[in-house]
């Protein structure tokens, strides 16, 4: 019982780690439409 107990602990902090990382990424890829949407605007 306290193996599956640790190995699901060790999940979730893997998982709320992995949700971290997305947020980043989807805020990175955020940024770089938002910087090509202001060059296409600037060559207007």
Do not use: H, P, Y
């Amino acid at each position: 019982m306290r193996k599956i107990f640790a190995l699901a602990l060790v999940a979730a902090g893997l998982m709320a780690s992995a949700c971290n990382t997305i947020e980043g990424a989807g805020k990175d890829v955020s940024s770089a439409g938002q910087a090509v949407s202001n060059a296409a605007e600037d060559s207007k």
